[in-house]
């Protein structure tokens, strides 16, 4: 009998020594969250006790579309998983549809975490659920910058690079600062250089600890930036010069921050630093950017009055660049921070005068409130005269080489639109000669350069970008020659209205899923990366065939270089044949689904580009 009540207090004792252990700290509102998935659903409030943890979420989708969480839903507090127990309103596991506001709360209840905890995850525990880290249970959390502060400092002895356009090769090593493993290993990317912005590269691999190489061939100063590490979005650039090797932080709480903003508050969370740099171009831009006073917001619906005559458009952008440049001259700052701030004004001004009619039609459909319809020709009709664009010529070198240093203002891409320099006689030989390089490089992109441009590159006074273009035509003779050409089925040899029909007649009996896409489109690349981990989870079936069909839009390389990462068959058309198809399903944009069942019956699904409504779909077909 001693031993039996020895028991019972020994057990009572531990039971209580186990509550008392467990968290009663009360309500939390609006925690903060450090980095998340999605930015559909997040948390408004906690509420812990000892003897649960309750969660507020809320969630903004489409109405009328399905969300759901899965049963296998955990938190996570100090690497100890704590399941879901419920969610009012829903049955785990279940569809809920969306109610017409697009916006649904829920009550998510679990277990009891301990006291200790500081931080909890949120973690579906399924490819591609929902995903929320770092809930901060601390309510007077403080969200601070890591990036170094020696990113952004600069001396007063610095001195602007050398404006040089030389060819070498530059390697940033990219730290993710914040980075979990469950965000993925896969780091998209895109890159701004003289030929404007290309988003469509082979994903950086990332290692356990969130760290990644970048290596490239350069022409001239040109941006690296980062668009997702998995699912999860970031917000970081860096701009590198040709023959560096630095290092880049980049934070992943970027999403976090951007996931707050679905909150029922609707506040957005303040700014702070989410990336820098050693580069030394990208730590004079890092300081200019932290100095204030920016440029003209070109295409803010504000910039101009789209009645203006091209005098009236002239005097406006005049003052308006001389009152920036007053702004400028009396900063406090480093002299190379007010050169670059200077450039990057004066690049501000050429794509101001250079691009005017697009602004003002820009200006004329943010007066009226109409995004979708054409410009009236008689609504905007300025005009540059010869004699002011020779006025504004003459306030700076527009030959200077340093013009293609700045890319937080505009792109090389738009300083090589010259005609309305050329036909007031100005010299602009440095746009003439982007212009030519841009179209050089598009031709060796497809390995279709010819001697003539070759020639004439080697011949202008940047001779390294003919350098850059024989590199782009060797990378694309090789993946012409690689395994990765083997991918691409041969196009049937039918009339053009019938290519689509041979394409799908081989697999009649299955469920087909063609995908219209191209390799510059980012919500395909979107689409394609939610899409693509289905064929192994939930749509892994020998019953469904994928087919990919891009045009000749998508340059050769760069979709030699992709493809081999999508599963499926895959086919280049030309634009006759891919008209066919476009006006035959009456295509609305890319990414575009058609869905054959299994007696061979074609239908469009632009509604599919829901993600949710895609697995649904092509599940209910087979």
């Given amino acids: 009998m001693k031993k039996l009540l020895f028991t019972v207090a020994i057990a009572a004792s531990l039971f209580a020594a186990g509550c008392s252990s467990f968290s009663n700290r009360g309500e ?21 006790t000892d003897s649960s943890t309750v969660l507020d979420a809320v969630v903004h989708y489409n109405p009328g579309q399905w969300v759901r969480f899965d049963s296998a839903s955990s938190l996570v507090a100090d690497g100890k998983h704590y399941p879901i127990i419920s969610v009012d309103s829903m049955t785990l596991g279940e569809y809920f549809w969306m109610p017409d506001s697009g916006v649904a709360r829920f009550t998510m209840r679990f277990p009891a975490i301990p006291a200790s905890v500081k931080s909890i995850d949120f973690t579906e525990n399924i490819a591609n659920g929902w995903q929320l880290w770092g809930i901060q249970l601390d309510p007077n959390y403080v969200y601070e910058t890591q990036i170094p502060e020696e990113y952004s400092r600069v001396e007063s002895t610095e001195v602007f690079p050398d404006a040089d356009i030389v060819c070498d090769t530059t390697t940033v090593n990219i730290h993710l600062l914040n980075y979990r493993p469950a965000m993925g290993s896969k780091l998209s990317y895109y890159v701004n250089d003289l030929n404007g912005q290309t988003g469509d590269l082979p994903k950086l691999d990332v290692d356990e600890n969130g760290n990644a190489t970048f290596k490239k061939l350069l022409t001239g100063p040109e941006e690296l930036g980062l668009y997702y590490i998995g699912d999860v979005g970031l917000n970081g650039a860096v701009l590198m010069l040709p023959g560096e090797t630095i290092d880049m932080d980049c934070d992943c709480r970027y999403s976090g921050n951007f996931n707050m903003q679905v909150r029922s508050r609707g506040e957005v969370e303040p700014e702070i630093e989410y990336a820098g740099s050693n580069g030394r171009l990208d730590k004079i831009r890092h300081a200019a950017w932290k100095a204030g006073i920016s440029g003209f917001s070109l295409y803010s619906g504000k910039f101009g009055d789209y009645h203006m005559t091209g005098d009236q458009y002239v005097d406006y952008v005049v003052a308006a660049y001389k009152a920036k440049l007053d702004s400028i001259n009396a900063l406090d700052a480093a002299p190379v921070v007010k050169e670059y701030k200077t450039l990057s004004l004066q690049a501000n001004m050429i794509q101001a005068i250079a691009t005017a009619r697009n602004i003002l039609n820009h200006n004329y459909m943010a007066s009226h409130g109409l995004w979708n319809a054409p410009v009236p020709a008689d609504s905007v009709t300025v005009e540059i005269s010869p004699e002011r664009a020779r006025e504004v010529a003459a306030k700076f070198d527009l030959n200077n080489p340093k013009l293609l240093y700045v890319y937080d203002t505009t792109r090389p891409s738009n300083l090589a639109r010259a005609d309305v320099w050329n036909n007031a006689g100005v010299d602009v030989t440095m746009f003439n000669t982007v212009a030519a390089y841009n179209k050089a490089y598009k031709a060796a992109s497809s390995a279709e350069l010819d001697e003539a441009s070759l020639n004439s590159l080697k011949a202008s006074a940047y ?16 993946l012409l020659n690689s395994a990765a050409a083997e991918l691409v089925e041969a196009t049937p040899d039918v009339a053009d209205d019938k290519v689509f029909e041979e394409i799908i007649k081989p697999y009649k009996g299955k469920v087909v899923v063609v995908d219209l896409w191209n390799t510059w489109c980012a919500p395909c ?9 289905l064929k192994s989870t939930e749509l892994s079936s020998d019953d469904i065939v994928w087919i990919y069909i891009a045009d000749e839009s998508s340059p050769i390389n760069t979709y030699l270089t992709m493809i081999p990462e999508i599963k499926g068959l895959h086919f280049r058309l030309n634009e006759e044949q891919i008209r066919k198809i476009r006006e035959h399903f009456n295509v609305d944009g890319i990414p575009y689904y058609i869905i054959v069942d299994r007696e061979g019956n074609a239908a469009g699904r632009p509604d599919l580009r829901d993600h949710s409504l895609y697995v649904k779909t092509v599940l209910e077909k087979l």
Avoid: C, D, H, W
């Fill in 28 to 48: 939390i509102e609006m925690p903060y969250i450090e980095s998340a998935n999605t930015m559909f659903l997040s948390v408004e409030g906690i509420t812990l």
């Fill in 463 to 478: 001779p390294a970008l003919a350098q850059a273009v024989e590199a782009r035509q060797k990378e694309a003779e090789a």
């Fill in 525 to 533: 690349r979107m689409a394609l990366s939610q899409n693509e981990p």
